[in-house]
């Protein structure tokens, strides 16, 4: 069964790799349902945000300053979805560079303590 989560949230831990070619793979928990047109708008600030499915986002937030200046040069970056350890599933998204985040309170992270 295909269930597919709605509105934002918030990924609470993902990491951000480059390799020697400058290709960047971003690693995230598992959501349920294949991706459906994904794409990653970024602004080259503190947040991103990963559109996986219509419908539904998912707040990169606190990007390390060190991958600010690489993802916001990419065209493109593997996602990689893990759950328990296990590779779920790989997909390329698009990144799409804009002025300004679309970033609205139900989708803006807390600050961490």
């Known amino acids: 069964m295909v269930s597919h989560q709605t509105g934002p949230e918030q990924e609470g831990f993902y990491d951000i790799l480059q390799n020697s070619a400058g290709e960047l793979l971003i690693s995230i ?4 349902g294949e991706p459906d047109r994904p794409q990653i708008v970024y602004d080259g600030g503190k947040h991103a945000l990963l559109y ?9 937030d606190f990007i390390h300053p ?7 040069k990419a065209e493109s970056v593997l ?8 590779l779920i599933r790989e997909y390329m998204v698009p990144v799409r560079f804009v002025k300004k985040l679309p970033l609205s309170p139900e989708n803006l992270p807390s600050m961490p303590n």
Do not use: C, Y
């Not at 928990?29 to 349920?32: C, D, G, L, N, T």
């Not at 996986?52 to 990169?60: A, E, K, N, P, V």
């Not at 060190?66 to 916001?72: D, I, V």
């Open 29 to 32: 928990r598992a959501r349920a």
């Open 52 to 60: 996986r499915q219509q419908g539904f986002s998912i707040t990169l």
């Open 66 to 72: 060190e991958a600010r200046g690489p993802l916001s």
């Open 79 to 86: 996602i990689v979805e893990f759950e328990g350890g296990e």
